[in-house]
Nanobody, 118 residues
Framework: QVQLVESGGGLVQAGESLTLSCAAR???????IGWYRQAPGKQREMVAN???????MYADSVKGRFTISRDNAKNTGYLQMNSLKPEDTAVYYC?????????????WGQGTQVTVSS
């Protein structure tokens, strides 16, 4: 059984920082890792992603403020969020492609709430 376990969400004030973690549980090897978010009444949107080789991509709304990274030894992805704004308030989801028994499959985490007050 493969699980992506997210942590690090919370309530912060505008301008503050948070770091989200996404840890893979089970006998897996993470390939592509992505972070998405969904605000109330809005569609889920891509925030950032990182390839197995370390190439990164960011949504325009978070460029220069958020940094995605990974620790392959720990099978964990991270999203460092700086200079948070009220519009960053959303449930953040981790998404990853993972190799399990020579099969590449997609997994989602359960989501973690990030609330930024003004």
């Amino acid at each position: 059984q493969v699980q992506l376990v997210e942590s690090g969400g919370g309530l912060v004030q505008a301008g503050e920082s948070l770091t989200l973690s996404c840890a893979a549980r089970g006998s897996v090897s993470l390939s592509f890792i992505g972070w998405y978010r969904q605000a109330p009444g809005k569609q889920r949107e891509m925030v950032a992603n990182i390839s197995s080789g370390g190439s990164t991509m960011y949504a325009d709304s978070v460029k220069g403020r958020f940094t995605i990274s990974r620790d392959n030894a720990k099978n964990t992805g991270y999203l460092q969020m700086n200079s948070l704004k009220p519009e960053d308030t959303a449930v953040y989801y981790c998404n990853a492609d993972a190799w399990v028994h020579n099969t590449l499959s997609e997994y989602w985490g359960q989501g973690t709430q990030v609330t930024v007050s003004s």
